[in-house]
Nanobody
């Protein structure tokens, strides 16, 4: 069984930064692609970023491109989503997921407000 546990969310002012973490257990991460999604209140879940297993550069939603950076630290079996210049529209519950097998974490809340 694969488990994904996100952390690092919180309340931040517009223009601020946060780094989300996702610890993966039950499987090694180098051979898998992982995604980040988010869901704002009353809205559908949306794609944020994809961190490829192949080492190819991550892909990002247009809304976060040039502000978010997805990465991984294999030795810690941890994925990261570094978020800069946060905006109120970035508010939501952020999930990491492994598409192969459709594994999801429980999410971590990010709130951007002044």
């Amino acid at each position: 069984q694969v488990y994904l546990v996100e952390s690092g969310g919180g309340l931040v002012q517009p223009g601020g930064s946060l780094r989300l973490s996702c610890v993966v257990s039950g499987e090694t991460i180098p051979t898998y692609t992982f995604d980040w999604y988010r869901q704002a209140p009353g809205k559908e879940r949306e794609f944020v970023a994809r961190d490829w297993a192949s080492g190819r550069r991550p892909d990002y939603a247009d809304s976060v491109k040039d502000r978010f950076i997805a990465s991984r630290e294999v030795s810690k079996s941890t994925l990261y989503l570094q978020m800069y210049n946060l905006k109120p529209d970035d508010t939501g519950l952020y999930y990491c997921t492994r598409p192969t097998g459709n594994y999801w974490g429980q999410g971590t809340q990010v709130t951007v407000a002044s």
